[in-house]
């Protein structure tokens, strides 16, 4: 596509200076095809705050406002008559009361009340600013891009691909690694869950300990601050026991419910519990295990003398 190829030769005429200019992007407008396609994947809501980083002569924030007539947005350049244009052409279309445009760095942006991230830019700057996302955005913040991504470990949560022309969209992963406790009843006994949680970006596994038996976490689904996933496994007394969670990250805890079943007499028992787990700082995970007393075994006999 012509675009395409115009931007890529852009990015070679400034490629010599791009150690000194790593901050800035020239602007070229955004496809009007393109900003309804993101505008489309965003699936806007009454309540959705917009916030374009590098937001040029400000389309995608205003294609963002004309489609949803409740929603509010703002945008950030570092090209003040950029800026300028932008809300002139807030004020023409009488969204001024909903869309400002402003003057700034966007690594400056307070990005911490946006449910809807916006930005095409180099994808250096788009990289570099990934990690300013994950680590000031709310947890399920959308964030969407046009034609490059952000780094090769982020793949996208929804892809619309159209010719050389995609547009990405990444839901911000609550952050879940590290350590988690929590207490179930399970056949009238409190039993107490010691678990470690890996994370890498929207992706997570995890082990837990109950008592002295250890299991692997199945089929963790992470999306946002909704947490999903399940647990099969033998706790002493209880036997085999099979628990599907459920829940939302809120910070240094997870509150939801898990449903419990267990097969008593042949017949599946189900319950369902509230489930609060807490961050810690250390594990039982690690704790000793300690082993179990061996049984006596019988002298191995032996022809040879």
């Not at 909903?98 to 700057?125: C, H, L, N």
Request: proline residues 3%; glycine residues 8%.
């Amino acid at each position: 596509m012509p675009i395409i190829r115009l931007l890529f030769t852009l990015l070679l005429l400034i490629s010599n200076a791009a150690t000194a200019q790593e901050r800035f992007s020239i602007f070229v407008g955004s496809a009007q095809e393109n900003v309804d396609r993101m505008i489309r994947l965003a699936d806007l809501r009454d309540d959705d705050v917009v916030i374009d980083l590098g937001s040029g002569d400000g389309r995608i924030v205003l294609t963002a406002a004309k489609a949803n007539s409740k929603l509010k947005g703002w945008g950030v350049d570092i090209d003040e008559k950029l800026v300028r244009e932008s809300n002139a052409e807030a004020k023409k279309l009488g969204l001024a009361d909903r869309v400002q445009f402003y003057q700034r760095d966007v690594f400056d942006a307070d990005i911490s009340g946006a449910t809807v991230i916006t930005m095409w830019m180099w994808p250096e700057m788009q990289r570099m600013l990934r990690t300013k996302i994950l680590h000031e955005a709310k947890p399920g913040t959308r964030v969407l891009t046009n034609i490059w991504g952000m780094g090769d470990s982020w793949k996208s949560d929804r892809l619309d691909q159209l010719d050389n022309s995609p547009v990405h969209l990444w839901i911000v992963p609550a952050r879940v690694e590290g350590y988690w406790t929590w207490e179930l009843p399970v056949q009238g006994a409190k039993y107490s869950y010691a678990a470690v949680m890996e994370q890498q970006l929207q992706k997570a596994e995890g082990v837990v300990r109950v008592g002295s038996r250890r299991g692997v976490f199945d089929k963790i689904l992470l999306r946002g601050a909704d947490i999903e996933f399940s647990l099969a496994m033998t706790i002493d007394d209880a036997g085999f026991v099979t628990h599907s969670y459920s829940g939302k990250v809120q910070g240094n805890e997870i509150v939801g419910t898990v449903r419990l079943q267990r097969v008593v007499n042949e017949e599946t028992v189900t319950t369902d519990v509230p489930w609060r787990a807490t961050r810690s700082a250390a594990s039982a995970y690690f704790a000793p295990t300690g082993m179990q007393p061996a049984q006596a075994m019988e002298p191995a006999k032996s022809g040879a003398k």
